[in-house]
């Protein structure tokens, strides 16, 4: 009746873990009792979960992002504080338990943090920004949340019923496969990413379409904006990267499930062929991530340099370049695995080549900010730290390009501190400057600056204390995911790092008091003009926050800073003679259902209980179906409703004016 | 839009069932030695993808739009790195092993 599920899934082998356990149950409690205190139940299903509004979807995509990083940071500073004091089998964790840290730290920060956060940011603003009224397929869009939000649920689920897999977040077989791990943790592991990547896929293939077809009049490609070119090449890599890691997984699965012998070393199976398909994804997906956050810094940078971008058709001919040579990369990942010296001289030498095209976009950023007037707003501050501190982490990369020397350092500290000095500083930097950067166009009031840069300041420098000593150890030898280690001389350098995890805490306590205060503030620092920057694109044109149709005329675009050029020419804020009707997605229970039980389904097979299998299976089958025969999926807003809010929105500019 | 009639249709499920038999009935059968299966699987299964995109997808030479097809090219790229050098990394690996 259950599979595999028992009694003895409960975590209560250790306090730690049991503790673990009871904070996000907790958690979860705690946040039901709040809404049902505050009787926002149906608000939140109606307005919220149901909806297909592509900025809904982008808030609660960010929302995920961000309870997700908080999860995957308590298990960094768990980590911090176990090597800090697990000198000659010090510390405070068993190895067991260790290994699950690290492999869901990795997990999540990667698939349930950096990509709901860039999805998020994408969704909310590039519509906006190539002036078009929601992305092309709505309610896909919807689908792609709701199972990305249940594999996050698989993950946290499995801090209470199971294990986590023990497997570190690339999961390599054989030490993944069935014989030496057979409990429940990597199953969790796999199909917490099948099913969230089949949500990417879809996001992917949506961008797409979106970019290339929704376009407004006149905006021609080499007039969309640097965030939406890069959303572009990002979306063009998720659509044909991801499934090189959903066949990888595929057929881990199979191995587990089914006794298949894909990668394991009996009967024909090669398990670096797992490496190799792991790695065809796992490549582009470092640019998946960090392309979009170029392109958040493009826009912050020029904006508040009030300058315009400076080599703007360079920048774009490099994110293509980056796009293309990411396929090109990714043996670099194992060269240790012995490939013959032309193959590891090929792949050494592509890793350095994309290193050229970056290098040419930190150039673009510091000549736009060249004689600029620049306003030292947070997100300038983000963008700022990361051109200095991602500049370190590029060159280690060069270093780590050249096969003998990868042979050094592989799998040590130094590795670690490289992709986290690659990682935090493009990638998060970057969404954290977008979301305060566009975080009053999505809600109508501005975050708290001085929060603000207090987050910023602390997680630079705490970026710097973790990851610095990290370059030192791995140098001297130490490598990566030690749950103990004899040699006394390393301990100083991991307990600054430890400190390093602590005042990247304060960083993240600064983001919750920065939101609690600005939402307290809100009516002081309400955006009445939907322009609170002196805004250069589209999206800073339309209300904060947009009506749910975005422009109630779609615009006709003639150069590449309309919303700059209009204000010029004293065209903007200007009333059509006349409204007309609108029509728009209506809101649909089909997402959340099918999150739901993909969420089911994946928990259905990593125990065996094969009925609630097919039982999920069946209802996820009909829900797609009854959903895409649904001939009414629209309504339409009137041209006298659309006039009163278009007069209501002239009424606020006038008073601001 | 222009209509494609069913018949369209059935001949691209023929070809489709009639190209997914045969590897089937070869790997059955074990009719082949292994390294002409393979080929033999490789090939029915590239045939089967042209057969997706002529007869479903509906994709030719005149009525296509260029940029369509341009997409397809830039597809045929990316999928001959990926598959490529796989190929390239797994069978070097595999000399080396002196397997």
């Known amino acids: 009746m259950f599979g595999k599920l028992t009694i003895e899934a409960l975590p209560l082998y250790s306090a730690i873990a049991a503790g673990g356990a009871a904070v996000t149950v907790g958690g979860a409690l705690l946040v039901a009792i709040v809404l049902t205190w505050l009787k926002a139940w149906k608000y939140l299903w109606t307005d919220w979960l149901t909806s297909v509004d592509h900025k809904r979807i982008g808030v609660m995509y960010i929302v995920l992002a961000l309870i997700m990083l908080l999860r995957g940071f308590v298990d960094a500073i768990m980590m911090r504080a176990q090597q800090a004091t697990a000198l000659d089998a010090g510390g405070y964790l068993p190895p067991e338990h260790f290994d699950q840290i690290f492999s869901s730290h990795g997990t999540i920060m990667i698939f349930f943090m950096a990509m709901p956060f860039m999805t998020g940011l994408i969704n909310l603003i590039m519509p906006l920004q190539i002036g078009t009224r929601d992305v092309a397929f709505p309610w896909l869009n919807a689908v792609s949340l709701w199972l990305s939000a249940a594999g996050a649920g698989l993950v946290m689920v499995s801090l209470v019923i199971g294990k986590f897999s023990t497997a570190g977040w690339t999961g390599y077989p054989p030490y993944s496969g069935i014989d030496y791990n057979p409990g429940v943790g990597v199953d969790y592991w796999i199909w917490a990413i099948l099913i969230s990547g089949v949500g990417s896929t879809m996001s992917g293939i949506n961008f797409i379409v979106t970019i290339l077809k929704r376009r407004a009049p006149g905006m021609t490609l080499m007039r969309m904006t640097p965030f939406t070119w890069t959303a572009l090449c990002a979306s063009v890599l998720m659509a044909f990267a991801f499934p090189a890691i959903t066949v990888a997984c595929g057929l881990l699965a199979l191995d587990r499930l089914f ?23 796992g490549h582009p997906e470092v640019y998946i991530l960090i392309l979009p956050a170029f392109g958040i810094f493009s826009e912050v940078v020029a904006t508040f340099s009030k300058k315009r971008l400076f080599g703007y058709e360079s920048l774009v001919y490099a994110t293509a370049a980056i796009a293309i040579l990411s396929f090109t990369v990714w043996l670099h990942h194992f060269f240790t695995m012995g490939s013959s010296a032309n193959v590891n001289a090929f792949f050494g030498v592509t890793t350095m080549v994309i290193a050229v095209p970056t290098g040419v976009k930190v150039f673009n950023w510091l000549l736009t900010m060249y ?13 700022i730290g990361f051109m200095v501190t991602f500049v370190i982490g590029g060159m280690t990369g060069v270093l780590l390009a050249i096969p003998p020397a990868d042979f050094l350092m592989h799998n040590t500290t130094f590795l670690v501190a490289h992709f986290h000095n690659m990682i935090i500083p493009g990638v998060l930097f970057g969404y954290l400057a977008g979301y305060m950067f566009w975080f009053p166009k999505a809600f109508g009031f501005e975050l708290n600056r001085g929060w603000g840069l207090a987050s910023f300041w602390c997680w630079l420098i705490g970026f710097y204390l973790a990851f610095m000593p990290l370059y030192l150890l791995g140098l001297k030898g130490m490598p990566r995911r030690m749950e103990t280690y004899n040699d006394p001389t390393w301990q100083p350098y991991l307990m600054v790092a430890a400190a390093g995890a602590v005042v990247v805490l304060f960083g993240i306590a600064s983001m919750v008091m920065q939101l609690y205060v600005s939402i307290r503030d809100r009516r002081l620092t309400a955006d009445r003009t939907g322009d609170p920057f002196d805004g250069r ?29 209009a204000k010029k020419d004293g065209t903007a804020y200007q009333r ?5 009707p609108i029509s728009i997605p209506s809101n649909t229970p089909a997402g959340v259902v099918l999150g739901i039980f993909a969420f089911v389904l994946g928990f259905a097979i990593i125990w065996h209980i094969w009925w609630l299998v097919a039982v999920s299976a069946i209802v996820m089958f009909t829900t797609v179906i009854t959903r895409s025969s649904d001939d009414h999926a629209e309504f339409t807003l009137s041209a006298g409703e659309v006039k009163r809010i278009e007069d209501e929105r002239f009424r606020e500019l006038g008073r601001r004016a | 839009m222009e209509r494609h009639g069913l018949a369209t249709y059935l001949i691209g499920f023929v070809l489709a069932v009639v190209l997914t038999a045969i590897p089937f009935w070869l790997v059955a059968t074990h009719a082949l030695p292994p390294q002409r299966l393979l080929l033999v699987i490789g090939i029915a299964a590239v045939l089967q993808v042209l057969v997706h995109l002529r007869f479903f997808l509906h994709l030719n030479f005149t009525t296509t739009p260029k940029e369509n097809l341009l997409a397809l090219v830039f597809t045929a790229l990316l999928i001959f790195i990926m598959v490529g050098g796989s190929f390239w990394i797994m069978f070097d690996l595999h000399q080396r092993m002196m397997s």
């Open chain 1, 259 to 281: 006794g298949m012998h894909f990668f394991t070393n009996a009967h024909g199976g090669n398990m670096m062929n797992y490496a190799n398909l792991f790695w065809i994804w």
């Open chain 1, 371 to 383: 004689r600029g007037r620049i306003d030292f707003h947070p997100s300038m501050m983000w963008s």
């Open chain 1, 537 to 565: 694109t589209l999206e800073w044109s339309t209300s904060s926050p947009p009506p749910p149709y975005n422009f109630a005329v779609i615009p006709t675009v003639s150069d590449r800073e309309p919303f700059l050029v």
């Open chain 1, 576 to 580: 059509p003679a006349s409204y007309t």
